[in-house]
């Protein structure tokens, strides 16, 4: 069951009518339970009772912390001074073990599944041990990492580590339950917090039509950003990239330009699909995706693209490694380690890691650069000049999209070979034929301008929204919901392919 499906509609159908017809927040909340375990059992049946073991070795960590505190606080009035301080002492280290028990258990659980093939391999390769390299394709070929697993894992850390600094534990099952297995946003998020959702689900109402027409219309410009364009791209890029070696250097320049928009406009799609879930079910989930590829330099652009997962690393791990506050060099050092945490996040291959290790360079070098203007005043208003805007955003697409090369054949024989072919190198005959007349029937200029209309188009959607600040009325928006699903239905390619996020 896909979200852009006939299926996944009647099944959010099904579900609205059910969780709104009870009054109870107790049958509503077993109410979603159900349909997100009945949700990932359409797509991989075979993990659900792991889900549900992880789920509750999460509560039972999360109250073992909490209890600790509350502990700590009922003892006071009966222990002296120094007493108590050797026992909250005591109770502090409890907690803090208790703590690091989770994050390395969601950590194996994580490795187990999605680097075990690769860990071994890369030893295997490293010291040229045959059997160990065929047990890394062994388990390769074997295992198949449970959807989502990635997103899971760093929602349980959090939801922890959130416990272990003050926030409550939650003492009910059902609700974290409900929480953790959400299906909108289970198997590529967003990544949430307990709290935020918990709050929703005390004060929530029917939604009124203003929100309904919100969910609908973010679910059909979910389908409109996959359906009629991301997987039209998706056909351009996987000819492109799949027969490479037959490919020009423009053509490799014009399929990494393609693949940075698809990816943005098939996640995206994805995240606005599961926010307009969540509105009809009356939750507001926290937007991934801030225009970012309006981003004039690395630091912005990493806090408008998958925001969630930014404000996660943020929080829990750049600011805790002491962030900003301890020098420069420090500092850098804390970039580089959180961009080669993310990289190593979205996939087990070297390609994801040189892709972190150079978003960690550009966005030191961008640090510097900074510093450097701070103590010019003159280099500071050139940066903030027109000229100077312009290349700082020309400079910071080139290198997103360049690293994207890395994102999309995270093998590096693959990934080095179209880096060292990106100048100099002409197309086969035949590459032009094959893959633009016949396959999408445009001349690469032609599809070269489609692709600029497209972000010209971009650019406008932005100015109104960021600029201007204007948006369409709920009535404009319920009105244009059936023109664009009527148009995913008619125009979208057949076979479309999953969503590129579920591989992470």
């Given at each position: 069951?896909t979200?852009?499906?006939?299926?996944?509609?009647?099944?959010?159908?099904?579900?609205?009518?059910?969780y709104?017809?009870?009054?109870?927040q107790?049958?509503?909340?077993?109410?979603?339970?159900?349909?997100s375990?009945?949700?990932?059992?359409?797509?991989?049946?075979?993990?659900v009772?792991?889900?549900?073991?992880?789920?509750?070795?999460?509560?039972?960590?999360?109250?073992?912390?909490?209890?600790?505190?509350?502990l700590?606080?009922?003892?006071?009035?009966?222990?002296?001074?120094?007493?108590?301080?050797?026992?909250?002492?005591d109770?502090?280290?409890r907690?803090?073990?208790?703590?690091?028990?989770?994050?390395i258990l969601?950590?194996?659980?994580?490795?187990?599944?999605?680097?075990?093939?690769?860990?071994?391999?890369?030893?295997?390769?490293?010291?040229?041990?045959?059997?160990?390299?065929?047990?890394?394709?062994w388990?390769?070929?074997s295992?198949?990492?449970?959807?989502?697993?990635?997103?899971?894992?760093?929602?349980?850390?959090?939801?922890?580590?959130?416990?272990?600094?003050?926030?409550?534990?939650?003492?009910?099952?059902?609700?974290?339950a409900?929480?953790?297995l959400?299906?909108?946003?289970l198997?590529?998020?967003?990544?949430?917090r307990?709290?935020?959702?918990?709050?929703?689900?005390?004060t929530q109402?029917?939604?009124?039509?203003?929100?309904i027409?919100?969910?609908?219309?973010?679910?059909?410009?979910?389908?409109?950003?996959?359906g009629?364009?991301?997987?039209?791209l998706?056909?351009?890029?996987?000819?492109?990239f799949?027969?490479?070696?037959?490919?020009?250097?423009?053509?490799?320049?014009?399929?990494?330009?393609?693949?940075?928009?698809?990816?943005?406009?098939?996640?995206?799609?994805?995240?606005?699909?599961?926010?307009?879930?969540a509105?009809?079910?009356g939750?507001?989930?926290?937007?991934n995706?801030?225009?970012p590829?309006?981003?004039?330099?690395?630091?912005?652009f990493w806090?408008?693209?998958?925001?969630?997962?930014?404000?996660?690393?943020?929080?829990?791990?750049?600011?805790?490694?002491?962030?900003s506050?301890?020098?420069?060099?420090?500092?850098?050092?804390n970039?580089m380690?959180?961009?080669?945490?993310?990289?190593i996040?979205?996939g087990?291959?070297?390609?994801?890691?040189?892709?972190?290790?150079?978003?960690?360079?550009?966005?030191?070098?961008?640090?510097?650069?900074?510093?450097?203007s701070a103590?010019?005043?003159?280099?500071?208003s050139w940066?903030?000049?027109?000229?100077?805007?312009?290349?700082?955003?020309?400079?910071?697409?080139?290198?997103?999209?360049?690293c994207?090369?890395f994102f999309?054949?995270?093998?590096?024989?693959?990934?080095?070979?179209?880096?060292?072919?990106?100048?100099?190198?002409q197309?086969?005959?035949?590459f032009?034929?094959?893959?633009?007349v016949?396959?999408?029937?445009?001349?690469?200029?032609?599809?070269?301008?489609?692709?600029?209309?497209?972000?010209?188009?971009?650019?406008?959607?932005?100015?109104?929204?960021q600029?201007?600040?204007?948006?369409?009325?709920w009535?404009?928006?319920?009105?244009?919901?059936?023109?664009?699903?009527?148009?995913?239905?008619?125009?979208?390619?057949?076979?479309s392919?999953p969503?590129?996020?579920?591989?992470f």
């Open positions: 069951m979200l852009l499906s006939i299926t996944y509609a009647l099944f959010l159908l099904s579900v609205l009518g059910i709104w017809s009870f009054a109870r107790e049958l509503r909340l077993w109410t979603l339970l159900i349909a375990l009945v949700f990932y059992a359409s797509l991989q049946v075979a993990y009772p792991l889900m549900l073991i992880v789920v509750v070795i999460n509560y039972w960590l999360g109250l073992a912390i909490g209890e600790s505190a509350s700590s606080q009922q003892a006071v009035a009966s222990l002296s001074e120094e007493d108590w301080q050797f026992a909250q002492q109770w502090n280290q907690r803090l073990k208790t703590l690091w028990v989770g994050i969601n950590i194996l659980l994580l490795i187990s599944f999605k680097y075990v093939p690769f860990l071994l391999g890369t030893v295997g390769t490293w010291f040229n041990l045959a059997d160990v390299k065929s047990s890394a394709s388990v390769s070929a295992l198949v990492a449970p959807l989502g697993l990635s997103f899971f894992c760093f929602e349980c850390i959090a939801y922890l580590i959130d416990v272990y600094r003050g926030a409550p534990a939650t003492r009910e099952f059902l609700p974290f409900a929480y953790k959400f299906f909108p946003k198997i590529s998020g967003p990544i949430t307990y709290q935020p959702f918990l709050t929703q689900l005390q109402t029917f939604p009124k039509p203003e929100r027409s919100e969910g609908l219309w973010l679910i059909a410009c979910g389908a409109v950003k996959k009629l364009i991301a997987d039209r998706n056909i351009f890029v996987n000819l492109s799949d027969n490479m070696q037959r490919a020009g250097s423009g053509d490799l320049w014009l399929a990494t330009f393609a693949y940075g928009l698809q990816l943005y406009l098939d996640f995206s799609g994805y995240v606005d699909i599961v926010r307009g879930s509105i009809l079910l939750f507001d989930l926290p937007e995706f801030d225009f590829y309006f981003s004039a330099n690395i630091a912005t806090r408008r693209w998958h925001m969630t997962l930014g404000d996660w690393l943020r929080n829990y791990l750049y600011f805790p490694l002491g962030g506050r301890k020098g420069l060099l420090r500092t850098c050092v970039l380690i959180i961009m080669l945490i993310a990289g996040w979205h087990a291959a070297w390609g994801f890691v040189v892709w972190g290790a150079l978003h960690g360079l550009a966005l030191v070098l961008h640090r510097l650069t900074d510093t450097q103590q010019f005043p003159w280099l500071k940066w903030q000049s027109w000229p100077g805007v312009a290349l700082a955003w020309l400079l910071t697409q080139v290198t997103v999209f360049t994207w090369i999309r054949l995270p093998n590096l024989k693959d990934s080095g070979w179209v880096i060292a072919h990106l100048w100099g190198h197309a086969d005959a035949q032009v034929q094959k893959v633009y016949d396959s999408i029937g445009l001349e690469p200029l032609q599809l070269a301008i489609v692709l600029w209309v497209l972000v010209a188009l971009m650019a406008v959607a932005y100015a109104v929204n600029g201007l600040k204007l948006q369409l009325s009535t404009m928006k319920i009105m244009l919901v059936p023109l664009c699903l009527y148009a995913v239905w008619l125009l979208s390619p057949d076979g392919p969503y590129i996020y579920f591989d």
